[in-house]
């Protein structure tokens, strides 16, 4: 067992015991609202390196409480009453600042945030263009906070993406598919992907492919693997109804029928996701996002001034190469290619 593994179990442990002896008047300094279950492959190491970054800071002693929607597989009611619940929780308690991880939660929370101006939100990983949120309720003026909230900008590199992958070609791209889910998330992230390729030679060269369900997803799968103009995919399928047994299925649990349909270069948006069987790619560093939302969320809590918070895009992409998948489709990194890439996965 890893480091890394133990330090992640003890820390599940210890949030239990402190919620545990935690008294019903006792207040909660920070409230942190997960939008997926506790190890999704996104939303873990955001939450995990949020943790860590108030830590270093200095601020250990804060009580938390966490929450996690587990919106890729619940129902909008359950998701609902769980919201209902941190509301509550939101008033009565007056937490010091609430963090949101992804856009779910953010979407469900902010406009209350915004009602309670004592109470300071930083989000982590944010795929949606803020315009439309503030559209809803305004909160920012050009990426400056006129309110309550600020945070941090999940970028997917994706220029960088087409680089590596005409580097891997070792000629231009000619098309890239983007096969993605219908929920509310593949919906966001195909958007993001398309406008951080506009302006670009590359934003030609996308071809949309909706998957509404896993047979559709499967259809599309086909028709991306038989096309010989398509160069590579984006598997987005975030969350995918299976009319088989009427449960959505995720990321994980698609790969390996993504994978053994497409003998193309999977492209992740996530370098967890080379651990499901995708290639993999130029993808966000997940962990230091969340560590670089921590540490603004440090700064507000030791007084600094949301004004001068700035929303920031996260920094730091990382490299990630599934050695199998690299073998089962023939190809071959040269040692340029192999010196930057970050993490291996076998």
Not at 289 to 315: C, D, H, P, W
Request: hydrophobic share 40%.
């Amino acid at each position: 067992m890893t480091f890394a593994v133990v330090r992640s179990a003890w820390r599940w442990i210890a949030a239990i015991l402190m919620y545990s002896f935690m008294s019903g008047s006792q207040a909660v300094d920070v409230l942190l609202i997960n939008s997926y279950h506790q190890t999704d492959a996104c939303g873990q190491p955001q939450y995990e390196a949020a943790l860590d970054a108030l830590e270093q800071g200095g601020l250990s002693g804060l009580t938390t409480k966490a929450y996690f929607l587990d919106a890729r597989i619940r129902s909008r009611e359950e998701i609902l009453k769980t919201v209902w619940q941190i509301k509550q929780d939101m008033r009565g308690d007056r937490p010091k600042l609430v963090f949101t991880f992804d856009d779910t939660a953010f979407a469900l929370l902010y406009e209350d945030v915004l009602a309670q101006p004592e109470t300071k939100m930083v989000f982590s990983g944010l795929n949606r263009d803020l315009s439309y949120y503030d559209g809803r309720a305004h909160f920012i003026e050009d990426r400056t906070p006129v309110a309550n909230i600020t945070g941090i900008f999940e970028y997917l590199f994706m220029q960088e993406q087409f680089s590596i992958l005409e580097a891997i070609l070792n000629r231009p791209v000619n098309r890239v598919a983007v096969l993605y889910s219908t929920d509310p998330v593949g919906q966001i992230l195909k958007d993001q992907i398309l406008d951080e390729l506009k302006g670009t030679p590359y934003a030609q060269r996308i071809e949309l492919f909706p998957a509404e369900d896993v047979p559709a997803m499967q259809r599309k799968a086909r028709e991306i693997n038989d096309d010989s103009d398509i160069d590579a995919y984006i598997p987005v399928t975030m969350s995918v109804p299976d009319p088989a047994d009427g449960k959505r299925k995720t990321m994980d649990q698609l790969a390996p029928l993504l994978t053994n349909t497409i003998r193309k270069i999977d492209l992740t948006l996530n370098s967890s996701f080379t651990e499901y069987g995708f290639f993999g790619g130029v993808s966000i560093d997940f962990y230091q996002m969340g560590f670089q939302s921590g540490y603004l969320a440090t700064r507000l809590l030791k007084g600094g001034a949301i004004e001068g918070a700035q929303v920031e895009n996260a920094r730091r992409s990382i490299i990630a190469i599934n050695r199998r998948r690299m073998g089962e489709l023939g190809i071959s990194l040269g040692p340029e290619l192999r010196s930057i890439v970050d993490k291996w996965v076998d």
